[in-house]
């Protein structure tokens, strides 16, 4: 049972990327799966979440500018992420739940989170 993260890298400011939570072992479709990000020195936070149906939820900072979805098919969830800014640089994080609450960690699986640099 594992989840990969990947799809991080440098970019621009108002740069893009697309990163994707990628399931081995398990369904993803029988998870909600949150994308969680934490910056140097700051705490975990939640960022977006889709649900088992495809509800969507996304922080305020980031309304408007990502974009969450699920691919069952490849057992996949990705992050879009539009007009990034310097201060959406961290380290991003996918993990599983039965529901989505962005202000608690999640209490399933894991990725091991990839990197994100948006500069200046």
């Known amino acids: 049972v594992q989840l990969q993260a990947s799809g991080g890298g440098l970019v621009d400011d108002g740069g893009s990327l697309r990163l994707s939570c990628a399931a081995s072992?398990?369904?993803?479709?029988?998870?909600?799966i949150t994308w969680y990000r934490q910056a140097p020195g700051m705490q975990r936070e939640g960022v977006s979440c889709?649900?088992?149906?495809?509800?969507?939820y996304y922080t305020d900072s980031v309304k408007g500018r990502f974009t969450i979805s699920r691919d069952n098919d490849k057992n996949t969830v990705y992050l879009q992420m539009n007009s990034l800014k310097p201060e959406d640089t961290a380290v991003y994080y996918c993990?599983?739940?039965?529901?989505?609450?962005?202000?608690?960690?999640?209490?399933?699986?894991w990725g091991q989170g990839t990197q994100v640099t948006v500069s200046s």
């Open positions: 993990a599983t739940d039965i529901y989505c609450d962005l202000t608690a960690m999640a209490r399933g699986n």
């Open positions: 072992g398990f369904a993803l479709d029988d998870s909600a």
């Open positions: 889709i649900t088992m149906d495809g509800t969507t």
